[in-house]
């Protein structure tokens, strides 16, 4: 008899495969480069976020003005979206840079020294004019850009990422600061009670924001829809790539003409496509993202590199969780931007 293909639409399963090019190029190539080469990709990722926040605030603030040149319509009106289509996928990208941002901005804070037998606060006012002052200056700059951003994007996960991501580099960071503390158990308090201060701040914010359409844009159906097909293909699988073609038969009646191409959950679309194969790869993922956390985690001092290792980290592990309401990772620029976090 002849052979059966392992996808329904073995077209889209070769374009998912081509896709997945780019990232693995960026992965590998991110993994032979050295430290110095890292940060400058990472300074490049960072800049990139920074200009598409700045974007994104003058398409908010054209929409409030009533200019339609810049402003935003559909389903993410009034919102900022940067260049994607979606303003889920542009919080997606500032909540994982964010945390990057601000591993360079501890690791700067105070490196720098002077000359012995200076004073403490005259060493410290040479800091803020010295090369590492101005790249501190510039890397609270932009994390307050990516701060912004991500507000005005409106998205009820991306806000809610950036909380935790400012909680968990605060707790990470505050007493590494300058890599070995520089500004003693002081510099430690004032940075917890700042990046505490900042995610409360912003926790009104999502509730002004967001709380109204926590029940309105199905995705609770989309994902009981979803678990039902994957309950009748599981453990084989339709096929990466496939969603499009294989959500249709447990489509909700309610989404009337609506058609989902994505199933608003990475992981439930993975499963659904790939089946036990799928399940296996994200667990694998997991075992490996935990195993360098013991590798990158040490109680002496910091180098850079250390910083940015645990800064791309908890950048890893914002976007994932993003995954579990919305398909970042089918956008190309984000599998990218991961591929090089990962590496």
């Known amino acids: 008899?002849?052979?059966?293909?392992?996808?329904?639409?073995?077209?889209?399963?070769?374009?998912?495969?081509?896709a997945l090019l780019v990232p693995l190029a960026v992965f590998l190539g991110s993994r032979a480069l050295g430290a110095r080469g890292l940060l400058l990709l990472a300074q490049l990722l960072l800049v990139i976020a920074v200009l598409e926040a700045i974007l994104g605030l003058v398409q908010y603030g054209t929409a409030q003005s009533g200019d339609m040149i810049l402003a935003v319509s559909g389903r993410s009106g009034n919102s900022a979206v940067g260049t994607y289509a979606n303003r889920n996928h542009l919080a997606g990208l500032l909540a994982m840079t964010l945390p990057v941002t601000l591993a360079l901005l501890y690791d700067s804070l105070g490196r720098e020294r002077s000359a012995s037998g200076s004073g403490h606060w005259r060493r410290r006012a040479a800091f803020l004019g010295s090369a590492r002052g101005n790249a501190a200056l510039l890397y609270a700059a932009a994390?307050?850009?990516?701060?912004?951003?991500?507000?005005?994007?409106?998205?009820?996960?991306?806000?809610?990422?950036?909380i935790l991501g400012v909680l968990l580099t605060t707790l990470l960071f505050a007493r590494r600061i300058g890599g070995s503390n520089t500004f003693g158990v002081?510099?430690?308090?004032?940075?917890?009670?700042?990046?505490?201060?900042?995610?409360?701040?912003?926790?009104?914010?999502?509730?002004?924001?967001?709380?109204?359409?926590?029940t309105e844009d199905g995705r609770v159906e989309l994902f009981s829809a979803a678990l039902l097909r994957i309950g009748q293909l599981f453990p084989v699988g339709t096929g990466p790539g496939t969603f499009p073609s294989a959500f249709p038969p447990v489509q909700p009646v309610g989404f009337g003409a609506l058609f989902p191409n994505h199933a608003h959950n990475d992981y439930l679309e993975w499963i659904m496509d790939a089946g036990i194969v799928a399940v296996v790869l994200i667990v694998l993922a997991l075992i490996l993202y935990l195993r360098q956390w013991t590798r990158v985690y040490s109680r002496n001092e910091w180098t850079r590199s250390r910083f940015l290792q645990a800064g791309a980290g908890i950048g890893l592990l914002l976007i994932a969780l993003h995954e579990l309401v919305d398909y970042n990772l089918a956008i190309p620029a984000n599998q990218a931007y991961l591929a090089l976090l990962a590496g």
């Open 1 to 18: 008899p002849a052979l059966k293909p392992l996808s329904i639409t073995p077209q889209l399963t070769r374009a998912a495969g081509l």
């Open 143 to 162: 994390a307050l850009i990516l701060l912004v951003g991500v507000v005005f994007t409106r998205s009820r996960m991306g806000i809610s990422m950036v």
């Open 186 to 214: 002081t510099g430690s308090v004032i940075a917890i009670a700042l990046g505490f201060g900042i995610a409360i701040g912003l926790a009104p914010v999502l509730e002004g924001f967001s709380v109204a359409g926590l």
